[in-house]
């Protein structure tokens, strides 16, 4: 059964950074291109950004520049370090492979940015 928890979601004040951790269960990671997604108050899930297995990156280009998604195949795990924090990133958080999978939504983690 493929689970996807995330983990590192917070309250920060703009300009602030955070680092979200999602662990992946091992029948995906190894063969999965991996993303970040969110989705803020009142509007559609968006894509954030991808990490291939063999670590190119891709950004939506609202937060190129400040955000980087990295992967750690040995451990399974996504990360995504995001810095100079807007509060417009305020959204609850995902991983999923990409494209997203229905069934592998998890519960998101919650980052609330304040000016």
């Known amino acids: 059964q493929v689970q996807l928890v995330e983990s590192g979601g917070g309250l920060v004040q703009a300009g602030g950074s955070l680092r979200l951790s999602c662990a992946a269960s091992?029948?995906?990671?190894?063969?999965?291109?991996m993303g970040w997604y969110r989705q803020a108050p009142g509007k559609q899930r968006e894509w954030v950004a991808t990490?291939?297995?063999?670590?190119?990156?891709y950004y939506a280009d609202s937060v190129r520049g400040r955000f980087t998604i990295s992967r750690d195949n040995a451990k399974n795990t996504v990360f995504l370090q995001m810095n100079s924090l807007k509060p417009e990133d305020t959204a609850v958080y995902y991983c999923?492979?990409?494209?997203?999978?229905?069934?592998?939504w998890g519960q998101g983690t919650q980052v609330t940015v304040f000016s």
């Open positions: 999923n492979t990409v494209p997203g999978v229905r069934d592998y």
């Open positions: 091992g029948s995906i990671f190894s063969i999965n291109a």
């Open positions: 990490v291939h297995t063999l670590g190119s990156t």
